[in-house]
């Protein structure tokens, strides 16, 4: 096992890898950019490096100044966390090449699932059903045009470089494809130095279910059940649980072996999550992240399972150790992404934590580099906390959950508290009855 992990990330999940190197006797190494020198993950580090300036070009997506960190320091793994280099098959390929352990899958997975055409291209082949759509990157309109016409409309436009709905745009017939072509070309290029994009059938109302995954490169692979990622706004996930209210067991085992088939065959290593559309009994694929997921609390509150743990064993070289049959999921489980933004109009809510009070008591975990005097800062992702209920079925799950939000207390800052609030009592939410859309039209209401 490693003696040392450098973790090349920040905010909570840098504080939740870090928690788990501890638990496993494994000294840690923060790095940070110059706003972040009082971060929770960095006074808690064994050592820390500043790697620069607040943008995060010049801080976490900066190399050469993350490998210079993990050599003066000596550290024998990275960990790329979420985000930033997470899912660069580049940096996972030059931090090998430097003499480091990449906390992660083999750069080469990395880079097929991070491109859109080619992972569904290899989706086809590993057996995972995809949504009808053109069979690469689209280069005019006219050939948009022809696709759209044979797939049928309504079609999205989507980057092939992309995620989290940027170059993602939504046409209902041949007029509106062409006028928004070139946008979608527009801002793909903005957001990702590529302007490729691809077509693909738009299902109306479906579910965004996601299987998660472990593999150890040695052909072991199990599930940990599915998660329900339905409840976005403008295409980022809001508010998880597992297991999903809008599958029955059919469905659940059916999705599940179509991604741990898929895993086998590509002898997959590390966590990884595949995601799929459902709707009217089928399943889609949609993408696969080769990383950690925002949202993995819930799947280890059902399984007992610590998958921070996992990646690290299945890094140093450690077998799974477990089959499918010793993996009991048990129970119901929520995650709330809180973030640092006005619960009415969305706008950044930076700034200086005047009072911080997290909940507590059964079936509560908080995961949060929060606390009082620490100020919140506006070159990041506003994600500052993840509230995770946890209950022996569903109605305990959801009454333990709205406990919790009422005693969460963030002074100072405006958080998205009360959006979730207003979710856990509306009675639609409750019911389980919503898609991929519902969100929205429950905003617009």
């Known amino acids: 096992m490693f003696e040392k992990v450098l973790i090349a990330n920040r905010g909570e999940i840098a504080l939740r890898i870090h928690r788990a190197c501890r638990d496993m006797g494994i000294k840690t190494v923060a790095v940070h950019s110059t706003a972040d020198a009082n971060a929770m993950n960095v006074r808690l580090a ?58 992660g899958p083999a750069a080469d997975h990395i880079r097929t699932m991070g491109d859109k055409i080619r ?5 086809r082949e590993l057996g995972i ?21 044979r797939i049928g409309y309504p079609v999205l436009l989507k980057a092939v470089a992309g995620g989290g709905g940027r170059g993602m745009k939504l046409a209902r017939d041949d007029a509106q494809l062409r006028a928004l072509l070139p946008l979608a070309q527009a ?39 599915e998660r329900d990622c339905s409840l976005q706004r403008h295409h980022q996930k809001v508010l998880e649980e597992t297991p ?38 089928e399943f889609y694929f949609i993408e696969m992240n080769t990383r950690l997921q925002v949202e993995h609390p819930i799947s280890e509150m059902l399984s007992g399972i610590d998958l921070v743990r996992e990646q690290l064993r299945i890094a140093a070289g450690e077998a799974l150790g477990y089959r499918q049959s010793d993996i009991r999921l ?12 006005n619960p009415d109009d969305f706008r950044p809510s930076p700034g200086r934590v005047a009072e911080y009070l997290a909940p507590g008591g059964p079936g509560i975990r908080v995961d949060s580099a929060l606390y009082q005097g620490y100020d919140v ?14 209950g022996s079925d569903r109605h305990e799950c959801l009454m333990r959950l709205r406990r919790a939000l009422e005693e969460y207390v963030v002074g100072g800052i405006d958080t998205t508290i009360p959006l979730h609030q207003r979710l856990a009592a509306d009675a639609e939410f409750r019911s389980g009855r919503y898609d991929i859309g519902w969100l929205e039209r429950f905003l617009a209401g």
Do not use: M, W
């Open 46 to 103: 064994d050592e820390s490096v500043c790697i620069g300036p607040p943008p995060p070009r010049a801080s976490y997506l900066n190399i050469p100044a993350i490998l210079s960190a993990a050599t003066i320091t000596g550290a024998d793994a990275i960990h790329p966390g979420i985000g930033f280099l997470s899912e660069n098959g580049d940096f996972a390929e030059v931090v090998r090449e430097h003499g480091f352990v990449f906390v």
């Open 330 to 341: 048990c129970g119901h489980a929520i995650e709330c992404r809180v973030n640092a933004e």
């Open 187 to 225: 801002e793909a290029a903005a957001a990702f130095g590529d302007d490729s994009v691809y077509l693909e059938r738009f299902l109306d109302r479906p579910r965004h279910i996601e299987v998660q995954l472990l593999g150890d490169g040695n052909g072991a692979v199990v599930h940990l059940g």
């Open 244 to 281: 999903s209210p809008g599958l029955d067991e059919d469905a659940r085992e059916r999705v599940c072996a179509i991604a741990v088939r898929a895993l086998e065959r590509l002898g997959y290593q590390s966590v990884g999550t595949i995601e799929f559309l459902y709707q009217d009994g």
């Open 129 to 149: 059903p995809v949504v009808p759509g053109s069979a690469g990157a689209i280069a005019s309109a006219s050939e948009a045009a022809d696709t759209a016409a």
């Open 377 to 390: 800062p506006p070159y990041y992702d506003s994600l500052v906390a993840k509230l995770i209920a946890f």
């Open 119 to 123: 992972a569904k291209a290899a989706a």
